[in-house]
């Protein structure tokens, strides 16, 4: 059982960063698949991003390619997103996910996901 905890969300101006931490229970995190996934009202949840390989491996979402940056702490058992030159349209409820899926893009084929985060970002 692998139980995960988002925080790092909140309000912030276009333009502006966040980063966004998962922390995962769990001895074998590093073995995991750890994904990133958005949600914003009346939308369909949306792949952002995921790494694979003890982070050796890295997917973006052509939306968040240059801008936003996947990184893990296996030591530390967190998975990070880093989000720069933040849109309003990037605004959302952000979920972490585990798993080992047959597609990182998936969300279904994870087993494991967070409560959310909500990021706002104003115009």
């Known amino acids: 059982q692998v139980q995960l905890v988002e925080s790092g969300g909140g309000l912030v101006q276009a333009g502006g960063s966040l980063r966004l931490s998962c922390a995962a229970s769990g001895r074998t995190f590093s073995s995991y698949v750890m994904g990133w996934f958005r949600q914003a009202p009346g939308q369909e949840r949306e792949f952002v991003a995921a790494?694979?390989?003890?982070?050796?491996?890295?997917y973006y979402a052509d939306s968040v390619e240059g801008r936003f940056t996947i990184s893990r702490d296996n030591a530390k058992n967190t998975v990070y997103l880093q989000m720069n030159s933040l849109k309003p349209e990037d605004t959302a409820v952000y979920y972490c996910a585990a798993g080992f899926p047959n597609s990182v893009v998936a969300g279904r084929s994870y087993d494991y996901w967070g409560q959310g985060t909500q990021v706002t970002v104003s115009s």
């Open positions: 790494n694979r390989w003890s982070g050796a491996m890295t």
